[in-house]
């Protein structure tokens, strides 16, 4: 089984930083698209930023300029860098690991983000 853990999340003021870790123990992780996820109170789950494998990127218009997203496949460790935050990044940030057969999830991590 496939498991994800998710590290970093906390309390951070307006304007500042906070770097996301999700680590697994997959075989899978280099062959997978790794894919950060946020769902605030009340709204949708939406996807954030992406990394391929080939570590092409992609991200939320909301994000841009803002997130990176990076991976190390011998870590088995996906990173998302998050800077200039603003009050609607709050959020439980949630790390996915989609190849071929299917997606896994992490518990999910908590940021607020306070003005």
């Known amino acids: 089984q496939v498991q994800l853990v998710e590290s970093g999340g906390g309390l951070v003021q307006a304007g500042g930083s906070l770097g996301l870790s999700c680590t697994t123990n997959?075989?899978?992780?280099?062959?997978?698209?790794m894919r950060w996820y946020r769902q605030a109170p009340g709204k949708q789950r939406e996807l954030v930023a992406a990394v391929t494998s080939g570590g092409s990127t992609n991200f939320t218009d909301s994000v841009k300029g803002r997130f990176t997203i990076s991976r190390d496949n011998v870590k088995k460790t996906v990173y998302l860098q998050m800077n200039s935050l603003k009050p609607e990044d709050t959020a439980v940030y949630y790390c996915?690991?989609?190849w071929g057969f299917g997606d896994f999830w992490g518990q999910g991590t908590q940021v607020t983000v306070s003005s």
């Open positions: 997959g075989n899978i992780f280099s062959i997978s698209t």
């Open positions: 996915n690991l989609h």
